[in-house]
């Protein structure tokens, strides 16, 4: 073969299938592999030679790792290092997440949406939104930092709450056929400029306002397609099984492949109660149904202060919801939905208090809340917790993001397990203590579950993480190590590799992952990140 650019040599290949590992030199010319020659030196054969090569005893080589739930929407736009994903072994994310993101939007609805989801991405003061719809956003990341690209691959769901957003505003009702009709086009015209599905957040306003009906409508805009539908349904609490039920029926309804976003079973009203989730996935499989999933390996969630309430308040938007809470008579009644009813914004559960722990603020005045509890914060001053909560909501403008501690581990390792489940951080990067799967989610997986608890093996946990979301992405030539694929590649130390993040230190590096390449150019060498900005925007394919 033809010198190559570079060759790994010696590496115990994990090549994304799920496959037993085998030693290899794999070679790599023009940002793809070339040849994989395995157990070259033991066989004696002609081993392919590098301009550079790294002898990979001790290590595996695996593809990159796909991040199927990502809020890095802002962030790959304003951080060139991004090694919160890039150390991580992260080489492709998938943004757009929830229902809610930055195209397509107009001059209106960026401002509302910036400010709806300043506790995921900040306030965004410091990027230039020169784009409007969701080819130009693809154009911005392709453009990255001065034309020399982004940290990481991004592909990219249509928002569907942003899109009602657009179409119909802030109103609790049902769209009008017009409204319907104009919802569908803008679906269309992103998944033709490159968007490979659609999201919801159906626990989020404006997208919650969604009927069966007008989602089904728009699912079968997604199929035609070619694209998936991956919701944030209704309920992970006290609704979470006829949820889970309703996305399914709905998707299969639409003809579309369904993509269930974090997919868990929390709350007390769900303990042990992962099998029969398993159970309904396996039954619409088994008929037929194409559906994938992907979860976090940590039991507490990670959202907005400002998602626990009700739908109602949310009805009008940001300033709507301000208001409501400076108005002591609505306030009460958030209060009474929040406490005593179960929101739909809580799933349906009463909130307990001593589970909502503050993780960040966007006013820094606020930050003797970070790393409590509302009702911690709320028994140092001697007040109810609503009053804290209330408080913080208004002098924050919405802005505080919580880690929720309702999950089980039990249910999270049940999930894990199954066929068609992937990897994904659901990592929110902002505030003083984000949640540690943004920095941790896959080593953690590769460490913690894979090697000391043996929930997956190895090549299982790789497959997980790399070939299997990227066949939900239709991917053809990312997530296995194979001859003709891209080079986007993960070297790790399968004895060492774990996550360095925690609760109490959440920013902390990963261990054990000592290379990573993304279309052949090393962005993390030796353990440390280098200056190559080697990520694009990923689009659909037909």
């Known amino acids: 073969m033809d010198h190559a650019d570079l060759v790994i040599q010696d590496v ?7 496959a037993t590992t085998y030693r290899a030199d794999v070679a790599v010319k023009g940002g793809r592999i070339v040849a994989i020659v395995k157990e070259a030196a033991a066989a004696g054969c002609q081993r392919p030679r590098g301009t550079r090569e790294v002898d990979a005893e001790g290590l595996v080589l695996s593809p990159g790792f796909i991040d199927m739930h990502a809020h890095s929407d802002l962030a790959l736009l304003t951080d060139p290092d991004h090694s919160a994903k890039v150390a991580q072994g992260v080489t492709l994310e998938v943004l757009g997440q929830d229902g809610l993101s930055y195209a397509p939007v107009d001059d209106r609805t960026l401002a509302e949406v910036r400010r ?8 965004g003061d410091d990027v230039d939104f020169t784009w409007r719809s969701v080819g130009e956003y693809l154009d911005r990341l392709d453009h990255g930092f001065d034309g020399a690209g982004i940290a990481v691959n991004a592909a990219y769901l249509i928002p569907q709450g942003t899109v009602r957003m657009l179409a119909v505003g802030w109103e609790d009702r049902e769209a009008s056929p017009r409204e319907l009709d104009r919802m569908r086009r803008l679906v269309a015209d992103g998944l033709r400029e490159g968007a490979v599905g659609m999201s919801s957040g159906l626990t989020y306003t404006p997208g919650m306002y969604a009927g069966d009906a007008e989602l089904t409508s728009l699912c079968r805009v997604v199929a035609e ?18 949820a889970y039920e309703e996305m399914v029926t709905l998707a299969r309804e639409a003809g579309c492949p369904l993509h269930l976003a974090h997919a868990t079973m929390n709350f007390g009203v769900n303990e042990g109660r992962a099998p029969d989730l398993l159970a309904l996935l396996d039954k619409a499989l088994a008929e037929g149904a194409d559906i994938t999933l992907d979860t976090y390996p940590y039991t507490p969630g990670c959202t907005t202060l400002v998602a626990m309430l009700p739908s109602w308040a949310g009805e009008g938007g940001p300033e709507a919801v301000l208001a409501r809470l400076r108005d002591d008579a609505s306030a009460e009644r958030v209060r ?39 009702q911690e914060s709320a028994g140092l001053r001697g007040e109810a917790p609503w009053v804290t909560a209330r408080r913080l909501l208004i002098e924050d403008r919405l802005g505080p993001t919580i880690l929720q501690h309702v999950g089980h581990e039990d249910n999270v390792r049940a999930i894990m397990r199954h066929r068609v489940h992937t990897g994904g951080s659901d990592g929110i990067l902002r505030g003083d203590k984000p949640h540690p799967r943004a920095y941790g989610t896959f080593p953690h997986y590769l460490g913690r579950y894979a090697r000391e608890l043996g929930v997956l093996s190895l090549e299982e946990c790789v497959a997980h993480l790399t070939g299997r979301p990227a066949a939900r992405l239709r991917l053809p030539d990312r997530g296995l190590v194979r001859e003709g694929y891209r080079a986007d590649l ?36 030796d353990g440390r990140r280098t200056d190559v900005l080697a990520g694009r925007a990923v689009r659909r394919t037909a």
């Open 336 to 374: 009474h939905h929040m406490e005593v009813v179960g929101a739909d914004g809580c799933h349906g559960v009463p909130i307990d208090w001593d589970t909502i722990e503050i993780s960040g603020v966007g006013d820094p005045r606020l930050g003797e809340y970070v790393g409590r509890t509302v």
């Open 12 to 18: 115990d290949v994990a090549d994304g299938t799920g």
């Open 116 to 123: 709806a989801i300043t506790g995921w991405n900040g306030h």
């Open 490 to 525: 993960v070297l790790f130390d399968p004895a060492t590799v774990a996550a360095g993040s925690t609760f109490e230190a959440p920013r902390a590096l990963p261990t054990g992952i000592p290379h990573v390449l993304i279309d052949g150019r090393f962005v993390v060498e």
């Open 225 to 242: 397609h070619g694209g998936y539908y991956c919701p944030h349904h209704r309920s992970y609490g006290a609704g979470a099984l006829q």
